[in-house]
């Protein structure tokens, strides 16, 4: 019989590490565990929506993607599923005081994408969607800047 550990809380289960924080320059820690999944599925970090929820709604084809000039971010376009959620702060207030924020959540038809944010099998995975022309790709519909983990073949000459 395997014995599993109770769990305490779920909270842990939200806590992940931004590929962002460890890999950009900044003037933050490069430690583990300091981000979170938040409420309206974004990174706590650097607001990417969850890779999860990324690759579910390329799965359902109900999104669309406008591709960017960085090999690293893509927007998502609600396209006849649920509206995506963004926080943003709401108090006027400039103080350093953190509990004195406030924020507010609402819809939203786009949601910014960072490509750090995927697995391994999700890059395959996504790869493998493109290949099958299975993506939405929004103007100019292509990937004029190659996603870092994606190669191109050459372009056929006409
Ligand atoms: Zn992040």
Not at 105 to 130: I, P, W
Request: glycine share 6%.
């Amino acid at each position: 019989m395997i014995s599993v550990a109770p769990m305490q809380s779920m909270a842990h289960l939200k806590m992940q590490t931004c590929p962002r924080r460890m890999h950009d320059f900044g003037p933050w820690d490069r430690k583990p565990f300091q981000d979170e999944w938040r409420d309206d599925d974004t990174c706590s970090f650097c607001g990417s929506l969850n890779p999860v929820t990324l690759m579910r709604r390329l799965e359902a084809g109900d999104v669309a993607l406008t591709p960017t000039d960085k090999t690293y971010k893509l927007y998502v376009e609600n396209q006849g599923g649920a509206q995506f959620k963004q926080t943003y702060r709401t108090d006027h207030d400039q103080s350093g005081d953190q509990t004195k924020w406030e924020w507010t959540t609402r819809e939203v038809s786009q949601a910014k994408f960072y490509f750090q944010h995927l697995d391994e099998g999700q890059m395959a995975r996504f790869v493998e969607l493109f290949n099958q022309r299975k993506l939405k790709l929004k103007y100019p519909g292509y990937f004029y800047a190659t996603p870092y983990f994606m190669s191109l073949g050459p372009v056929p000459s006409i």
